[in-house]
């Protein structure tokens, strides 16, 4: 279980992160909704110390304090970051970069298994092997990214708006393998703008708003909160 | 493919051992230079070429391995080898410090951090007198191996031709090593690599060092050449041209990195004559490489090579 409590996190003089406490529960999936700037991201950054913000607080995984340990260490606890706009390695191709997915880890070696599942679970990539990540579509491209966090053998995996710049089909395709994958036992931390997909396939969401949690819920109760509805939902 | 390979590495090989006979003092004095250049080439080539770090003070390096390497050959009494190895350490460890602010911040302000290094080490050594003479310069005693002299900068040449090609054969092995290929994931997008468990601080502490260490033996064997050392040798204007040779000679290759050394050593005796133009025809030549030969001048030899030997050349 990952629990935050009371995490602040500032960018200099700015406040991006305002004494934030939430739980991830084993095998679950939590959304984290927010609009733009809210502060998703930099706390995703804090969970894998990835962003050159001055931290507060405390985040613990299984009950053991990982504020403050080096990016590479937090990883390799099985926190694995999928990154927003996917950050592929642009020139390699999609099974160099799976491949890359496993290089820091001891298991690395051992990569076949984990790249066999990973084509089970994205078949289109089979085909695409040998292309050029740089030359894939949107979707394809964020599967990659998702691929290759697979490869480094996730506990949880923390999923920084994968929704970006994709189609609503395709959107919808990735969320049902995000929860086919939690299917699989891994925890998925998702922090979304598109808050109706996220509530879609979540146990439990929190809302975040300039720096503060303003409310939290099982996803389906959440779904039908006023303030949720029509700040995030619209009328549909 | 292995054995043409093998077949271009004897060739040259067999060029660097042939190319001082019947140059004379001075033509052997401009090959060791060429050896002791290609050195802080390749230094550059793990620092730039594969950990995509910028340094502008690799000068002061160079002088940590000169001064160092003077100091324990004359107060110490050691070894002249046991002196170069120890003025390479010696730049090593001040290597691994300046990868610390590297650790935060990239490009332009890494470039400032590591000139302000060089010129805190220039001045340093200046203000040092008891130490290092300060302005009146150290002597520094010729190299010598299992108690022979090599007075002939013909003999040392052979010598910094070894250890040149002691260091390539480091660059190489380093290049295929797990720090080297996670340097080159970095350079490529360090957000993707430490997604991959890249422990990113790990390997460019690795690179800062031992291209440090490289250059620490470049500056130690440089030292014992010249017989004496004075700090403005190890100026910005150096550091600066260490950048240029390392562009133009290519940052992807060691070849590349040898001739690099031969730019920056021989351009200024072709150039003789033009006197004050020299730098505009260095800043020049830059920038023509910069723009049509982003890979250095390697990159000509090697596509020259391409066509002649694969007619019907598919990549």
Known sequence: MLEISDLSARYGAIAALDHVSLRVENEKVVSLLGSNGAGKSTLLGCITNSVSCRMQGSIRLDGKEILGLSTDAIISRGLVLVPEGRQLFNDLTVEENLRMGAYGFEHGR????????????????????????ATLSG??????????????????????????????????????????????????????????????????AYVLEKGRLMGS????ILAKDPHVVSAYLGEE | MNLTRTIVAV??????????????????????????????????N??????????????????LGAYGSALIVTKLGFPFFLGVLAGGLIAAAFGALVALPALRVQGHYLAIATLGFALF???VLFEWESLTGGRQGLFVPRPSLFGFELRDDFAYYYLLLAIFLLLAWITGNFARSHSGRSLMALKMSSVAAECCGI??????????????FFTGVSGALYGHLLGHLSTETFSLA????FLTMAVIGGLHSRAGALLGGAYLALAPELMREFKDVQMVIYGVTLILCVQFLPRGLISVVERVWTIGTTPHATR
Request: proline share 5%.
């Open chain 1, 217 to 220: 819920g099982p996803a389906p």
């Open chain 1, 110 to 133: 051992k990569w076949r298994t984990d790249l066999e599942r990973v084509y089970a679970l994205f078949p289109r990539l089979v085909e695409r092997r040998r292309q050029v990540a």
């Open chain 1, 139 to 204: 979707g394809e491209q964020q599967m990659v990214a998702i691929g290759r966090a697979i490869m480094a053998r996730p506990r949880m995996l923390l999923l920084d708006e994968p929704s970006l710049g994709l189609a609503p089909r395709l959107v919808r395709e990735i969320f049902n393998l995000v929860r086919e994958i939690n299917g699989q036992g891994v925890t998925v931390m998702l922090v979304e703008q598109n808050a109706r997909q996220a509530l879609r396939i979540a146990d439990f």
């Open chain 2, 11 to 44: 060739l040259i090989l067999a060029l660097l051992v042939a190319l001082p006979f019947g140059l004379g003092q001075y033509g052997y004095y401009l090959m060791a230079i060429v050896m002791i250049y290609a050195m802080v080439a390749l230094s550059l």
């Open chain 2, 46 to 63: 793990v620092l730039i070429g594969m950990g995509g770090q910028i340094s502008i003070g690799h000068a002061g390096f160079w002088a």
């Open chain 2, 199 to 212: 422990a990113r601080p790990k390997h460019i502490i690795i690179a800062f060092t031992i291209s440090a």
């Open chain 2, 121 to 123: 080490v220039q001045q």
């Open chain 2, 238 to 241: 150096i550091s600066l041209s």
